[in-house]
């Protein structure tokens, strides 16, 4: 290697750990804005939809059915009282960090009254908003009973 190559091959080194500690950080990030929505979606915390989804949010729901944060704000107004409603948590959390923007995807554990427990497949596409991560692509999928 010639002189001239190895402050290219440290600079490369450089941005290369640096563009890791981002994904890692975003990664982080992401995770514990997850935790935070689905423990506040479980007691219908309008407050935390309004922080997490974009306001140009495309969201396809399990059923088929398209639509945006105002539909889902409209629908916490009408919704049960917390007490009725699911507790919800991730598992296989998979993050993949794109400069602003990260898909996240996961396994929605939705566990009801008694021993009920629905499980959905969930993806998220997140971009940075005035230094913040909103959900502004979500896709949900209720997993087949094979995959459970």
Partial sequence: ????????????????SAA???AE???SEL?????RFLAAASINDVA??????????????SSG???????ILDGLADAEPANATPTYHAEDLTVQHLGDVAVVTFRL?????????????????FRR???????????ATRAASEDV
């Fill in 129 to 139: 908003e005035n230094d913040q991560w909103r959900a502004f692509v979500w896709q």
């Fill in 48 to 61: 935390m939809h309004q922080r997490f989804w974009s306001d140009d949010l495309i969201y396809t729901s």
């Fill in 109 to 125: 554990i939705a566990s009801g009254p008694g021993e009920t427990r629905e499980t959905y497949f969930n993806t998220g596409v």
């Fill in 25 to 27: 950080s975003a990664a």
């Fill in 65 to 71: 059915e398209r639509f945006g944060k105002d539909a």
């Fill in 1 to 16: 290697m010639n002189r001239a190559a190895i402050p290219m091959a440290l600079a490369a080194v450089l941005l290369m």
């Fill in 31 to 35: 995770e514990s804005l997850l935790d």
């Fill in 20 to 22: 890791s500690a981002r």
